[in-house]
C-alpha cells in the first residue's frame, strides 16, 4: 500500500510567492514507481490552485504532502507526465484527501499542467 515515510516539514521562505522549502526530506513509497524522495531544501509552492473563489475554496490549502511529490516529479521530468499525474492522486489518496477533491484536483493538473511540466 502507498504511504508517506516519513513526515512533511516546511518553512515558508516567499510569502508573496507561496513558496516553502523543505526543512527535512519527504519520503513517499508509490505502489506505481517505488520510492520517492524529496531532499531537504526542495521548493515548493504545494498545490498551484488560482486565487478564484470557487477553486480556492474547492483545492486551496489541501493535498500539500502529494503537491510536493507532484512538484518535485514535475521539476525533475524522470517519469511521464501521466505517471506523475497518477503518482500525485495515488499520493492524495495515501494522504487521506476525499476521493471528489483528488479526482478534481487530478483533472485539473491533467487539463492545465502541462505547461508546467
Not at 513509497?29 to 515548493?44: D, K, Q, W
Amino acid at each position: 500500500m502507498s504511504h508517506f515515510k516519513t513526515r512533511l516539514i516546511a518553512e515558508l521562505v516567499d510569502d508573496k510567492n507561496g513558496i516553502w522549502v523543505l526543512a527535512s526530506p519527504l519520503v513517499y513509497c508509490s505502489e506505481l514507481v517505488g520510492n520517492i524522495v524529496v531532499p531537504e531544501g526542495f521548493h515548493t509552492d504545494f498545490a498551484s490552485v488560482p486565487r478564484l473563489p470557487v477553486a480556492y475554496t474547492i483545492a486551496g490549502n489541501t493535498a500539500q504532502w502529494a503537491a510536493v511529490i507532484h512538484d518535485y516529479l514535475y521539476v525533475h521530468k524522470t517519469l511521464p507526465r501521466h505517471v506523475c499525474d497518477a503518482v500525485f492522486l495515488e499520493a492524495m489518496a495515501a494522504s487521506g484527501v476525499p476521493l471528489w477533491r483528488r479526482k478534481l484536483m487530478w483533472l485539473a493538473v491533467r487539463v492545465f499542467g502541462g505547461a508546467a511540466y
